[in-house]
């Protein structure tokens, strides 16, 4: 499968907070950390746990620039 | 100025496209490059071009987790 | 590759209209269209043109909902 | 009220499930079912129920395209 | 229509600007000017001009908090 | 710092209401409300509260438009 999103950076899961619906999951891409907010039925689909192989997918229009 | 969004990656400008109202940035953020989609009036705003350090900003409920 | 995103919406591409550097692509879902914006360059990469196969991805946080 | 956001997805409510502070609601749009993440004081607001009809709104710039 | 989005903030049209496929239209919210960015064809289908009443709908999930 | 995104609206917290995992911010902004959902930890670490100086911030791609 190939998607339009521009950004797929890839990484490791570091832990999975299952909240009651929402679920928090950070992928550490090398140098950074990305969190990601998504539902628990998510989580349970893909198995997600920490250590496993994963990749942050963002469409371009979600990414804000700053400048100092 | 501090923000709730959980994701931010630092990086340097790789090249600024602006299209007719739409602009697109390309950040190297060592390893990985992140592209945004932002008006052409932040582009003038933030005076971005090439070789500039930036950084992407991103809400952790925009990101997708994906694995293989 | 499997998505943490609810929403795959299956359907066939209607048409593309490319912009100077946002392109949108209406797909037939089977009983409704879905427009998308996605970058010039994920149309190209992706080979977009009437006809093909497609999918909309969507996350759930991303959906409203509308009652009368 | 007429929208500028592109996709209305007209269904009915398949079922709702709250959270601490968000919850999932799911509509059966006729071959597919499409779930969104609304907070819970929308769901009081605008009485969902299962069986309810609804329409599931989304931006084009929210849609990403996949392909095989 | 009722809408999940927990905010709409009503103002007067100020500006619109079409792009090749994008367009930005300026909101005078009283005291502040909200920006949007929607599709050319969504300025057509709701003939948005300049001096209309108009809201602007933002889900409370694409809200960023700032502070100082 | 300045941010690519167009829409910064100052205001004054007037609850934060914290659920398992995303909380629940409502910022007065003079003369309407804004809701945002973000992370616990990022109400955690900007150290949110009743009364508070903060400001909302929104992307122009995440405003859609409605007229009567």
Redesign the interface.
């Known amino acids: 499968?190939?998607?339009?999103?521009?950004?797929?950076?890839?990484g490791t899961v570091v832990d999975v907070?299952?909240?009651?619906?929402?679920?928090?999951?950070r992928?550490d891409?090398?140098?950074?950390t990305?969190?990601?907010?998504?539902?628990n039925?998510?989580?349970d689909?893909?198995?997600?746990k920490a250590g496993?192989?994963?990749?942050?997918?963002?469409?371009?229009?979600?990414?804000?620039?700053?400048?100092?």
């Open positions: 499968m190939k998607l339009s999103a521009r950004n797929m950076l890839k907070v299952k909240g009651a619906t929402t679920a928090h999951v992928l891409i090398g140098g950074a990305i969190t990601a907010s998504i539902t039925e998510a989580v689909e893909l198995g997600l496993q192989k994963a990749a942050a997918v963002i469409k371009s229009s979600d990414v804000i620039i700053a400048v100092d």
